[in-house]
């Protein structure tokens, strides 16, 4: 449209057909050199040119409201399309990256804890866990790298997308620690907390991707991951080094649960009044 208002005067004050030839050909430069910069200058200009080169060969006064009329319902047919029918836009389904980042965790850290018990294999269950985390958390980064480039409707969950990126960071660097060292532990009368803390974790990270997938909502403070994670962080003086790792390892990985459970809660679109926390 701002073309076509500018055609319509640029006709008027520049009669000359020589001119408008010239205008013409100033157009057609201005389109090549921003048309991948400036998109609104360079539609501008071509609908210029066109302009311009259909008054050489008859009335380019014409072609500018046949111009315009086609200009609002190609540009309504795009609208369409573009909210309800084409894309896939990532922030519609950041919650569902989200999940299956939590979920693929979750299995790594069981797989884990089973190398522990049984001793270090790399076997195809731990090798696919492993892959399938790296490869969640490096799709979580990379929907949230196609978020920015959306209309603003739809990235308004980006700050969030990205403190949780930084949290499945975190995560993954925990549970690669515990890979790296996995070992058969001999017994020891901590194996029961060990055992029990790293199922609990486990859990509580599918049950946030399930809040997640389903748009359920989420507690935002859980009283047993407190507690376990205090329990964790009292290692005794006697304890050996193997167990002592494990123990300080999951200790952080409960303490990741806290502020995961505080981004889901912003993630979930549709949040019960007076939810209360989770008591578990």
Not at 85 to 111: E, F, H, K, M
Not at 153 to 162: M, P, S, V, Y
Not at 169 to 191: I, K, M, Q, W
Request: hydrophobic share 45%; net charge negative.
């Amino acid at each position: 449209m701002l073309g076509l208002v500018a055609g319509w005067a640029l006709f008027d004050l520049f009669p000359s057909q020589p001119i408008q030839a010239l205008f013409a050909v100033v157009a057609g430069v201005v389109f090549f050199a921003t048309r991948s910069t400036r998109y609104t200058l360079a539609t501008a200009a071509i609908t210029l040119m066109v302009l311009f080169c259909f008054n050489q060969v008859g009335d380019g006064y014409g072609l500018i409201w046949p111009r315009l009329f086609d200009t609002l319902l190609g540009s309504l047919i795009a609208a369409a399309a573009v909210f309800l029918i084409l894309p896939d836009w990532q922030g519609r389904r950041l919650n569902q990256v989200v999940a299956n980042t939590l979920s693929c965790n979750s299995d790594y850290l069981r797989q884990i804890m089973r190398q522990y018990d049984s001793g270090k294999r790399d076997d195809l269950a731990y090798r696919l866990a492993r892959r399938n985390a790296h490869n969640a958390d490096a799709a979580l980064s990379t929907t949230l790298s196609n978020m920015l480039l959306e209309p603003g409707h739809f990235r308004k969950d980006a700050e969030t997308g990205f403190r949780f990126l930084i949290l499945s960071h975190t995560l993954l660097n925990y549970l690669s620690g515990l890979g790296a060292h996995r070992e058969s532990l001999p017994d020891d009368a901590s194996d029961a907390l060990l055992e029990r803390a790293a199922q609990q974790l486990a859990t509580s990270l599918d049950d946030l991707a399930s809040a997640l997938a389903q748009n359920k909502p989420v507690a935002i403070y859980s009283e047993d991951e407190e507690a376990l994670a205090q329990q964790l962080e009292q290692t005794p003086d006697e304890m050996d080094d193997a167990h002592r790792l494990v123990q300080t390892q999951l200790g952080l990985i409960c303490r990741q649960l806290a502020p995961l459970r505080s981004m889901a809660s912003h993630l979930i679109k549709q949040q019960p009044a007076g939810q209360g926390q989770d008591s578990r």
